[in-house]
C-alpha cells in the first residue's frame, strides 16, 4: 500500500509560480501511475496532470497546459508539480493520486489512492 502526502501549497499572486510536491510511502511507487488533481469550492475534481510510471508519458488538463509540468523522482518516491504564470482560476485544493493499473486517465474514479491535498490559492 502507498500513502501519499502533499506539500507546497500556499498563498501567491497572479503570475506567480510555485511547486507542489507529493512524498510516497512504500516500496512499489515506480508501479504506480501518477496524478494531480484540484478542487475548486462547490466544483467538482479537475484532472491536472498524469505521469506514467517511469515518467516518460505525461497528460495534462487543457487548462494548465503550457503552464504547469509534473515530474517524478522514483528514487525519491515523489513527483512534482511545477506550476507557472499562476492565476486566480487556480486556486483550489491540489490533490496527489495514484493508480496501479497502465495508462494514464483523466478521471479521478480511476485512481486509487489519494493524499490529504494541499491549499492553493492565487489572489492579488
Known amino acids: 500500500q502507498v500513502e501519499l502526502v502533499e506539500s507546497g501549497g500556499g498563498v501567491v499572486q497572479p503570475g506567480a509560480s510555485l511547486r507542489l510536491s507529493c512524498i510516497a510511502s512504500?516500496?512499489?511507487?515506480?508501479?504506480?501511475?501518477m496524478g494531480w488533481f484540484r478542487q475548486a469550492p462547490g466544483k467538482e475534481r479537475e484532472f491536472v496532470a498524469g505521469?506514467?510510471?517511469?515518467?516518460?508519458?505525461?497528460s495534462y488538463g487543457d487548462s494548465v497546459k503550457g503552464r504547469f509540468t509534473i515530474s517524478r523522482d522514483n528514487a525519491e518516491n515523489s513527483i512534482s508539480l511545477q506550476m507557472n504564470s499562476l492565476k486566480s482560476e487556480d486556486s483550489a485544493v491540489y490533490y496527489c493520486?495514484?493508480?496501479?493499473?497502465?495508462?494514464?486517465?483523466?478521471?479521478?474514479?480511476?485512481?486509487?489512492?489519494w493524499g490529504q491535498g494541499t491549499q492553493v490559492t492565487v489572489s492579488p
Open positions: 505521469i506514467s510510471e517511469s515518467g516518460g508519458t505525461t
Open positions: 493520486a495514484a493508480r496501479i493499473l497502465a495508462g494514464v486517465p483523466r478521471n479521478p474514479a480511476q485512481y486509487n489512492l
Open positions: 512504500g516500496r512499489t511507487f515506480g508501479g504506480y501511475v
